[in-house]
């Protein structure tokens, strides 16, 4: 008898551990890459006794990752007792990849090295992007950090393109045509970029992009479970549950650009949250008094001469964001709610605290009271979250990780 699906036990999250068995030879070394990755540099001992592998395993798979040159022997340090130990660390040379970011506002390329550090970066401007002039400009750019290499430019495993879903949408708001907006909405991005390069080009909404950034190099690190809010042009956002990127049926799972700001009348839709909480607001509001509406996106913005307008932004901004993280909460039922986006650290903390404060404003009856804390990771955040991609699909163990954000 065949057994129910729904009694099938939940399998456990996946730990850095390995197995002796010999078909796990791969496995078994990004399972020692990962350990080395969460802890930093450690001697063979330590890999043994952290990943369940023998003396043996280990010191067979360190040979070939220095023979690969993923790993490198530290200086030896010395104990008490018997010889000093040789800690191994990843090899900053050892692989790269890069992330390219295409936004309503700007484009960033990054080039990562396999530690995850920002080796090179190139950043394009712009109103809004046109795709006859962008397309080429991607290309260039990404060959120009590929050849920035030099005589590692074979170590490129792979390039993450991060960019809304649909580009065009809410082209009204943004007082674009039907013509433009259909350009972008009818293109595939991934493919138009893969058949620039000869490396695998993967794909991701450019919010799950940033909360896979916050994910693995924020807040991540030590939360399991939460709702992560990315103030952009417009408002998006990422889901993880159980440590995992949750993408949804549609890969689209924490579109909160969309959640609605009341109820539904008969004569019109509710706004959305896309109106109240975006950049692209307060970008109105300071064009609205003649001033400069990219000082949104820098320190300009908490300025004397912005900070009127940017003040009124951020209260009815928080209002917004407080209603979507009480619905978030009634349910997800998260550790937290992480929020970012792509300005100041000072904006930052003034929108969170404004949030935390409208908060107190809700009933929270029959709900636990949601932690809201800022991201660590900042605007780099899709750019990087593209660059990570590649690295985790050719060397972590768990291949799982980012869920259906890429095809």
């Not at 003396?55 to 010889?83: C, F, H, M, N, Y």
Request: hydrophobic share 40%; aromatic share 6%.
């Amino acid at each position: 008898m065949t057994p129910d699906k729904t009694d099938t036990p939940t399998p456990p999250l996946l730990r850095p551990r390995g197995s002796n068995h010999v078909g796990m030879r791969q496995f078994n070394e990004r399972v020692v890459l990962q350990a080395i990755r969460l802890n930093g540099s450690l001697p063979k001992a330590d890999l043994a006794r952290l990943t369940g592998l023998t003396a043996q395993t280990i010191g067979l798979i360190t040979s070939r990752l220095e023979e690969d040159d993923l790993v490198l022997k530290q200086s030896p340090v010395r104990g008490r007792i018997g010889q000093p130990s040789i800690p191994l660390a990843l090899n900053p040379d050892g692989a790269f990849s890069m992330g390219i970011k295409i936004g309503r506002r700007n484009a960033e390329w990054m080039l990562v090295d396999f530690t995850g550090q920002v080796r090179e970066r190139l950043r394009l401007d712009y109103a809004f992007p046109d795709i006859r002039t962008l397309l080429p400009t991607v290309a260039e750019h990404m060959h120009t950090l590929h050849h920035s290499l030099g005589p590692f430019k074979h170590r490129l495993v792979g390039i993450g393109l991060a960019a809304p879903f649909q580009m065009g949408g809410w082209h009204r708001m943004l007082g674009l045509s039907e013509a433009q907006s259909e350009a972008w909405n009818q293109i595939d991005l991934r493919t138009q970029v893969q058949a620039m390069t000869e490396v695998p080009v993967s794909f991701a909404k450019d919010t799950s992009a940033a909360c896979v950034a916050e994910l693995v190099a924020g807040r991540g690190r030590d939360l399991k479970n939460f709702l992560y809010l990315f103030v952009d042009t417009f408002v998006g956002g990422g889901l993880v549950i159980n440590s995992h990127l949750h993408g949804g049926v549609h890969g689209n799972a924490g579109a909160v650009a969309s959640l609605p700001m009341g109820l539904a009348q008969r004569s019109q839709p509710p706004e959305q949250l896309i109106s109240h909480a975006s950049l692209w607001e307060l970008e109105r509001r300071l064009s609205a008094q003649q001033l400069d509406p990219h000082a949104a996106y820098d320190d300009r913005a908490l300025s004397a001469r912005y900070e009127s307008e940017t003040r009124g932004w951020i209260q009815h901004a928080a209002n917004a964001l407080a209603h979507t993280v009480i619905s978030g909460t009634a349910f997800l039922d998260i550790d937290a709610v992480v929020i970012d986006g792509s300005f100041s650290r000072t904006l930052l903390s003034e929108l969170i605290a404004a949030t935390q404060d409208a908060l107190r404003h809700y009933n929270w009856e029959g709900l636990w009271s949601a932690n809201v804390i800022a991201g660590e990771v900042g605007p780099d955040a899709r750019a990087l979250g593209g660059a990570l991609l590649p690295l985790h699909a050719n060397f972590a163990p768990d291949r799982d990780l980012f869920l259906k954000v890429g095809n």
